[in-house]
């Protein structure tokens, strides 16, 4: 932005301004002088006033003023040009305050500084893909490729320079270039990860800093057997993305009287019932897929019909989404049956810091820094997925949401998604929720923190979901005292001096931490685990030379269980730490 001079010039009135420094009144300096002038030629004033922001006024030997053309040339001349050739012209140059600005300008000013707030952008996308394929027949040839007559190269020039798209095989076993033989059981394989990272750093005004940080991860591999008629394919990966759940981060939860009753959780219980309705109504209408294990059976090519497999309100199409949609705040309707969001889906994480308040009049003449600090992470993540082996795809539908599976009891065909997820965990930080940091200039410092945590599990196949919440406080003190002298007597009498400076540290902290587990289908909320967690360290370090460093410690735990299985602990330990650094 300092490309330009004006956003120069106005970044530096609000650095100035965010600096707030103890620079002395503006006292403006004139400049006066008197000169005879001919028509229409321009009279060169040398104020020497080293400034371009300067105030001139022309008057006549009379003192009224002179209508005359008025040019700034530099910070340190003005061309004056009058109509009618004058004698005695009197010329007054003052100079203006540089930070004076009026209240349009400033309104201008901080248009400007509100679309330049962006400091810095990174954004970061990697992709890695990998196919191994045994038994291609065609050997290699030039640039890795067998070209034949009326034959397209195998296996393409697209695959000789990493390129290869997802349909390969099928190409491939149409131009029958794979082995058919059925005694070949090594699958092909086909790897892939997309990695995107973007951060944007923005600066609204001076001292206040924000940075936005969005992330989505995905890897995944798949085993294709292309022997028989048909391909069969398997797959397994991971999946994270950056969230936002705020809408449900200070929700309260209920005691053990209540049966920890929770708002969101019946929100979520709501969805289910809302999620299955939606899918039931996505299978109506359609026709059984004629391939997979539905091919000739007499389901086949017919009407689906919930009597022979309705939607599961326990299966993960139906859980993900609800659990994701109660506590992320979005509306359940308006979400994809797709567990994987997009990257358009991504939502920044932040961090925030301000240190403008030391600058503020009383607090600099007491305080070296004073500074805000927020930090906030989320992040819904999917440790791991298979898929369903007997999963064929509904026809019509593109994506591996809406298919069928076999039903292990009935064999009958079972509305489901190609996704065999086990669990999925929503976590939530802020890292400090508000933080508090000070340094006083008699050498004291103090700190202080809010922190918040919350971990959201949902295992599918026990249908149930793990909430872990914990709060803690953390209070700082620590004083440096410059300059200590410790007099010692060495062997031969002789006495030594060593000054270095003796740091005190006192910490205290409190943590409430608590485990709760919701069975969907019983409807029971048991406190799984949970502690009060009161630590208290005081320390004192002092180094004696280059080579020794004492410390004088205290640490204090005392924990207090939720629940009645457990006992309160507490333990407490203090000596006289000594590090030696043995260098040569």
Known sequence: YNKSKYLKQMNQRFQQMGRNAKRRPFKSKTFNQTYSTEAGVPLEVNHRLNSEMVDVEVLDSLGRTVKCKVKISGNSKVLITTKEPIKGLHVKVTTKDPNERTAAQWAGDVGLKFLTLIRRVQVTYKQTASLVVPGFYPEAGFMGQNIQKDMPSAPGFDFGFGFFPSDFLDKAKQNNWLSTD?????????????????????????????????????????????????????????????????????????????????????????????????????????????????????????????????????????????????????????????????????????????????????????????????????????????????????????DKSIGFVRDVETDLPTPSSAYDISSVTLSELFSPLIGLNLAMKNSMTAKFEWRKQRNLSLNVNSVQLTEGHTNEFVVGWGYTIKDLSIFYKLKSGEQKKVSNDLKLAVDVSYKDIRMLVRNVEEGVTQAASGNKVLAIKVAADYVLSSKVNLQLYYDHQGTTPLISSSYPISSDSFGLSVKLMLTR
């Open 182 to 398: 059925t005694m070949v059981v090594q699958p092909a394989t086909m790897a892939n990860t997309a990695d995107f990272d973007a951060k944007v750093t923005l600066e609204p005004f001076p001292g206040f800093k924000i940075q936005l940080n969005g992330k989505r991860y995905m890897a995944g591999s798949n085993s294709i057997i292309y022997s028989y008629n048909d391909l069969q394919e398997t797959f397994t990966g991971s999946y994270n993305i950056t969230q936002v759940a705020l809408a449900t981060a200070f929700k309260r939860i209920g005691s053990v009287e209540e049966n920890f009753s929770s708002e969101v959780y019946d929100r979520f219980l709501e969805n289910r019932d809302i999620m299955t309705a939606r899918l039931q109504a996505a299978y109506d209408g359609l026709i059984y897929p004629d391939h997979g294990f539905i091919s000739g059976t007499a389901t086949a090519g017919t009407p689906y019909d919930s009597r022979k497999g309705t939607v599961n309100n326990t299966s993960a199409d139906v859980l993900v989404p609800a659990f994701l949609a109660a506590y992320t705040g979005r509306d359940i309707n308006k979400l994809s049956f797709n567990p994987f969001l997009s990257i358009l889906q991504i939502l920044p994480n932040w961090s925030v810091t301000y240190d403008g308040l030391g600058k503020l009049p009383w607090m600099r003449d007491h305080f070296k820094s004073v500074s805000l600090t927020h930090a906030y992470t989320c992040k819904y993540s999917i440790a791991s997925y298979s898929s369903y082996s007997t999963w064929v795809a509904a026809d019509g539908v593109k």
